[in-house]
């Protein structure tokens, strides 16, 4: 890679030059030269020409979807890396805090991996102008000259779309270059996550409140001596007995 290819990987955020002419008079005058250009070709080769330029047409609108399609897949490997990424760090509270500290360095540069990827497979899906070949009723005045000019506005679209297509395609390799980085980083972040599992302190149970029993008081009799609190039976009452007994008829 040059300079200035890692330079524009490194800045992902900044936006590729279009390299395509804008609708303008600028593009109506490089027409104009395209069209003297094939008007040169004769009749029996112009056939070829333009069926070769039909095929590039045609190509680089089969890598544009091809491209949408990739940054689609692109997007929900992301997905599924930023789950694994929250988990993972989740699972590391209240480790070793050097490992807690190796942890979260190594997720936020995953975070910012994950972001440059996202940026541009959004960047690929981007709505833009893409030239379609047209052939206006003023051209079919003859054979001749509907011929030249399908193969002008052909050749015209082929060209300033591939432009385009390239800086999407450009795109597309840096948001796959990001996300390679991102399962890297992924992949270091795993084994400092089971190490941190190992550091872990076991959490404190809760203590168990213990019941207290109540402690009966002891009572001070009139004469000093202390005595027990009085128990009640289960039984019930224990009848009492009198000094007198009652005497037994006889």
Partial sequence: MT?????????????????????GPEKEAWKGELRSRI???????????????RRRYEQSEADRVSSASRANALLTLIGVITAATTLIVSSTAGAWLPLQLAVLVTGFLLLVSVAAAVWLAVRVQQVSNW??????????????????THAVELMASADQNRKRLNNVIGYLRDAQGWALIAILLLVVLAPLAVGASFT????????????????????????GTPSASPSTSP????????????????
């Fill in 131 to 148: 030239d379609v070949p047209r052939v206006e009723p003023e051209a079919a005045s003859s054979v001749r000259n509907q011929r030249l």
């Fill in 200 to 223: 872990k302190q076991p959490a404190a149970s809760p203590a168990t409140p213990v019941p207290t029993l109540p402690i009966p008081t002891p009572t001070t009799s009139p004469s």
């Fill in 39 to 53: 008007g040169a070709i004769p009749d029996d080769t112009l056939g070829d020409f333009i069926e070769i330029w």
């Fill in 3 to 23: 300079r200035k290819q890692i330079r524009d990987f490194i800045v992902f955020w900044e936006k590729l030059p279009d390299l395509a002419y804008p609708p």
């Fill in 235 to 250: 039984r019930g009452p224990t009848p009492s007995t009198s000094p007198t007994q009652s005497a037994s008829p006889t």
